[in-house]
């Protein structure tokens, strides 16, 4: 099956990622458990939207919890799609729009949360300046994008859908 390629592929980035990050700057980890967003390396990440960009801040998102940095222009699109773990998003700055399935749409600003359960099928738009957020994992993160009949499709088809261009590679 196509998607389940896009998945691994997904997965392996993933993991490709976490190694980078975890291995830049030991001696700073050693000696601090935080870091301030100037110091963040961010990339965008195969899978998903070209306009976002991401960095892990802890845990690990191949293999279970992790909490994630991310980036979005204006008006970007992270289409349709459902994950198996909750997650828990914190906008820092920027308008966005979260859309789930079967509930009122969500416009959340700096300060703004939103809990997204496991499997619930949502969507996300960055509406005003850079929409800059804190994602936290509770499992291993992944990614299942939707049509409109809820069929699970490719990141190519899912990003068309909504004139967004899935990246290919980290950079």
């Not at 592929?9 to 830049?24: A, C, D, N, P």
């Not at 961010?42 to 939207?49: D, E, I, N, R, Y």
């Not at 359960?117 to 990614?143: G, N, R, W």
Request: hydrophobic share 40%; net charge neutral.
């Amino acid at each position: 099956m196509r998607s389940t390629g896009y998945i691994s592929l997904f997965m392996f980035s993933l993991l490709f990622l976490v190694l980078s990050v975890s291995t830049q700057g030991k001696e700073k980890a050693a000696s601090s458990i935080g870091r301030n967003m100037e110091e963040l390396k961010l990339t965008t990440f195969p899978g998903l939207p070209e306009c976002m960009t991401l960095a892990v801040e802890s845990g690990d998102p191949a293999t279970g919890p992790a909490i994630l940095y991310v980036n979005t222009t204006e008006g970007c699109i992270i289409p349709w799609h459902w994950h198996t773990a909750n997650e828990n998003l914190m906008i820092v700055s920027g308008v966005a729009k979260v859309e789930m399935k079967n509930v009122k749409p969500l416009t959340l600003k700096s300060g703004g949360f939103v809990m997204l359960p496991s499997k619930h099928v949502h969507q996300f738009k960055c509406m005003e300046d850079t929409c800059k957020f804190f994602l936290y994992t509770d499992a291993p993160f992944d990614i299942h994008y939707v049509n409109k009949k809820g069929k699970e499709i490719t990141p190519e088809n899912a990003m068309k859908a909504v004139k967004e261009t899935a990246a290919t590679e980290m950079k």
